[in-house]
Nanobody, 127 residues
Framework: QVQLVESGGGLVQAGGSLRLSCAASRRTFSVYAMGWFRQAPGSEREFVAAISWNGVRRYYADSVKGRFTISIDNGKDTVYLQMNTLKPEDTAAYYC????????????????????WGQGTQVTVSS
């Protein structure tokens, strides 16, 4: 089992940057694929980025490609989401997600494939 705690959200002007962090605590050593999702008011939770345990495989939503970067630090059990050139449409609650996997290079883009979720951190981009 793993617990996820996000941090780093806040209010930023359009064109600015934020870095989100997701700290994972787990009882035993296991391999987890990690992802970031976001949910704006009145909208479905949508995929943003995903990364494999070894950091080799990464996926991004088309809307964030070239602006967001996902990374993982296994020594700290932390996943990051660097968000640059932020736009008002990036405003949402951002959620970290994890799923235990047998393969160190597996990454997943579907929300249904994740079974551990953090509480979320709010990102607000003003125009």
């Amino acid at each position: 089992q793993v617990q996820l705690v996000e941090s780093g959200g806040g209010l930023v002007q359009a064109g600015g940057s934020l870095r989100l962090s997701c700290a994972a605590s787990r009882r035993t050593f296991s391999v987890y694929a990690m992802g970031w999702f976001r949910q704006a008011p009145g909208s479905e939770r949508e995929f943003v980025a995903a990364i494999s345990w070894n950091g080799v495989r990464r996926y991004y939503a088309d809307s964030v490609k070239g602006r967001f970067t996902i990374s993982i630090d296994n020594g700290k059990d932390t996943v990051y989401l660097q968000m640059n050139t932020l736009k008002p449409e990036d405003t949402a609650a951002y959620y970290c997600a994890a799923v235990r996997t047998a393969l160190v290079d597996s990454a997943y883009v579907r929300r249904q494939e994740y079974n551990y979720w953090g509480q979320g951190t709010q990102v607000t981009v003003s125009s």
